[in-house]
């Protein structure tokens, strides 16, 4: 029973990284309707530019802080270089995006090697506790704290302030909005840059939880994260937090009991979900 | 003075015409086409670090060994496998079709070479594969040559010593489940057996596993003496820092995987102490031309070359040494026979081949990762086995010649 516990544990820190990284993807698309495939090579971005800092001035707050900013700055490049002439346009925005999948990709080979290299643990959150027979990582443990943090701060962002109202009203009825005298444009500028940031935060954050971050990151993660918006939902906090613990705890439960089939295990639960509810369990319609 | 106009018309169509006919009329000197050998690396996906490792010893072959043989100029043409068997299949189509590739270096997973083994049946075109592979790709009309043996020769030694030297007698295994996994395994589990050792779980992850925390904790699970693994690119990385953070104190034995490569095992760094792994090639070998290929391998990128690495550089030696022999010819007749006759002193020791096309003697380094992690300063050699492979009705069977 206490290895359930474990596993259910393992899945639940698992899910919130997962929470993480699709949190500003699932904002963006459902939001703003932007379809962006770079969201990946953004996570991997604040991973490197995170991790390169935090090695060399041994401070993990310094490495979230320069991720976060990385992320950010890449997504405003982003957004501004392209995306801002093709709202509205998902077939161009995906081409774009996946365009700068491979800019980044190459640019990150060149600066970093080819080699993964292992994520950052503070010393204060190093090791493990015991529950049970089994040992527990502490730095899980954070990320659940962490997760669930992010989760809140998204929530009251887009639920209780002026500019989450403004950025839910724009995408429902952009003219009208305008109409009422709110200038949008900086509004989704800053949305979108927001959602960079959350990913280099989840960047540098997640790969200390998951082992390493190699050139192929930013590729592998972007399917993890557009599952998670299936499942969940795109457009709501809820429905991410929702979808990423789903595949979190089922994949955990799964590898740990059913290895043989973990590989499909997630793209099972879309499949379930895109047949009994294609907006996702909790998702806005787009 | 329309007529006039279509006359003027012609005469300027008939001499841009002739344009090309007049330049080919004066005397060129007849140009001779090089030799095109086509190479797969994986430069993308999980196995990146082993495709770039690989793809640097080709780098320092052509290099040392040059770009001309037997009085022809050689062009090597490098393609990226993308740890996909789709891709590398894509891949050697277009070396072969496309820039006419006479022999193909063949990438890392089992897998991928599986995909493109038919093919090079087909179109009658030689593929030296870097490292080993299952025994499917060389028995029947292949067209596939493994210098550094099949799978299970390198991992049933492993299991004869986790039983006799190690003394272990309860082993998991974990292994990646594309292609590669389960052959390495099976040579393990055939010698830890025959050992009197008992395999009591048998777990194979799925390619691209992001999270390996559910799979360390099955293990913390078990009543177990230590754990084999197979763990290829980044997937050592996932492995090795859920066992440290989990606080999963088994040792691990492992079937090629990255820890014969520098690089990477100094980024794995503390992680990995205490792994026992098998390697094809050693930097510090005594033997021909091995220090010159070290120095200057070191000397382009300031890091000590990988068993990929020399893996690379010996096939560019052995297909040199095949064109040698065929005097520079490229038909598949030749290279063929050539290679079926190689008998060639490399980095790695002399290297022939059965009629199998499988290294006759492979030699495999067991080593033990040292305190510091660094491979080059304090891995410690615990056994060389020398072995080879027979043929038993229909199968290759792995057999240990001598131990030193």
Redesign the interface.
């Known amino acids: 029973m206490e ?1 359930l516990y ?2 259910l544990l ?2 639940l ?2 899910g919130m ?1 997962l929470f993480l990284i699709a949190a500003g993807l699932s904002f963006m698309l459902g939001l703003m309707g932007i379809v962006n495939l770079a969201h990946g090579a953004i996570f991997m971005v604040g991973g490197y530019i995170g991790l390169t800092v935090a090695i060399t001035t041994g401070n993990y707050v310094l490495g979230i802080l320069a991720g976060t900013l990385a992320a950010a700055i890449v997504g405003l490049f982003i957004e501004r270089a392209t995306l801002r002439q093709l709202y509205k346009q998902p077939l161009e925005q995906i081409l774009v995006t996946f365009g700068f999948v491979y800019v980044i ?1 190459n640019v990150t080979l060149w600066i970093w090697g ?6 950052f ?1 503070p010393s204060l959150l190093d ?2 506790i015991t529950i049970g ?5 502490i ?2 443990l954070a990320i659940i704290v962490i997760g669930l943090a992010i989760y809140f701060l998204l929530w009251w962002l887009q639920s209780r302030t002026k500019i989450g109202a403004i950025v839910r009203a724009g995408m429902d009825d952009a003219p009208m909005t305008s109409a009422l005298g709110k200038n949008l444009s900086p509004v989704t500028i800053g949305a979108f840059v927001f959602g960079s940031a959350i990913a280099g935060f989840a960047g540098f954050v997640g790969i200390a ?4 971050i ?3 990151t930013g ?2 993660i972007i399917f ?1 994260a557009l599952g998670v918006c299936i499942v969940g939902g795109v457009g709501s906090v809820h429905g991410a937090l929702v979808g990423a613990l789903l595949i979190g705890i089922v ?3 799964v ?2 009991y059913f ?2 089939v ?2 499909f295990t997630m793209y099972v639960l879309m499949v379930i979900i895109l047949l009994f509810k294609p907006s996702g369990l909790l998702g806005r319609e787009i | 003075m329309k007529k006039r106009a279509y006359l003027v018309t012609a005469l300027l169509m008939v001499g841009i015409l002739l344009v090309p006919l007049l330049g080919s009329a004066c005397p060129q000197p007849a140009e001779e086409k090089p030799i095109v050998i086509g190479m797969i690396f994986d430069l993308t996906g999980p196995f990146a670090p082993a495709g770039i490792s690989g793809s640097r010893g080709a780098e320092i072959a052509k290099e040392v060994l040059g770009t001309e043989v037997a009085g022809k100029s050689v062009k090597f043409i490098s393609e990226d496998g993308a740890t996909d068997p789709t891709t590398a299949l894509d891949k050697a189509k277009k070396l072969i079709e496309t820039d006419g590739a006479c022999m193909l270096l063949l990438p890392l997973p089992g897998a991928s070479v599986r995909a493109i083994a038919p093919y090079l049946e087909q179109k009658k075109i030689p593929g030296i594969k870097l490292e080993m592979t299952d025994e499917s790709v060389v028995l029947g009309d292949h067209w596939v040559w493994l210098p550094a043996g099949i799978q299970e020769e390198e991992t049933y030694p492993v299991g004869l010593f986790a039983a006799n030297n190690l003394g272990y007698k309860k082993v998991a295994i974990l292994a990646w489940e594309i292609g590669d996994g389960p052959y390495f395994m099976a040579g393990f589990k055939d010698g830890f057996t025959e050992s009197g050792g008992t395999i009591v779980n048998e777990t194979y992850y799925p390619a691209d596993t992001a999270d390996f925390g559910p799979y360390v904790l099955a293990l913390q699970n078990l009543d177990i003496d230590a754990v084999m693994g197979y763990f290829p690119g980044s997937n050592a990385f996932g492995f090795y820092d859920a066992k440290a953070n989990f606080g999963l104190d088994l040792p691990v034995l492992e079937a090629a995987g990255e820890m014969p490569n520098p690089p990477v095992q100094a980024q794995l760094g503390m992680a990995s102490v205490g792994t026992v792994f098998p390697a094809t090639y050693l930097a510090s070998l005594d033997t021909p031309g091995n220090q010159e290929f070290v120095a200057a391998y070191q000397d382009k990128y300031q890091e000590t070359p990988s068993h990929l690495s020399a893996g690379a550089y010996v096939i560019i030696d052995i297909m040199y040494q095949a064109l040698k022999a065929t005097g520079g010819d490229t038909s598949s007749t030749a290279l063929s026979e050539a290679l079926n006759a190689t008998s060639v002193d490399t980095i790695i020791g002399t290297l022939s081949f059965t009629p199998e096309h499988v290294g006759i003697i492979n030699q495999y380094f067991y080593q033990k990762v040292g305190a510091t992690g660094d491979v080059a300063a304090d891995n410690k050699l615990l056994a060389t086995a020398y072995t080879s492979s027979e043929k038993v009705g229909d199968d290759l069977k792995p057999v240990v010649l001598e131990w030193k």
């Not at chain 1, 080819?114 to 994520?119: A, E, L, T, V």
């Not at chain 1, 027979?133 to 990582?137: A, G, I, N, R």
């Open positions: 290895f474990a596993s393992v899945g820190s698992y990284v990709t080819p080699y993964p290299k292992i994520g643990t090791g493990s027979e089994s040992s527990f990582p730095y899980r939880a998951l082992g390493s190699d050139v192929g590729s592998r993890l994949e955990s439960l590898g740990f290895p043989e973990a590989l």
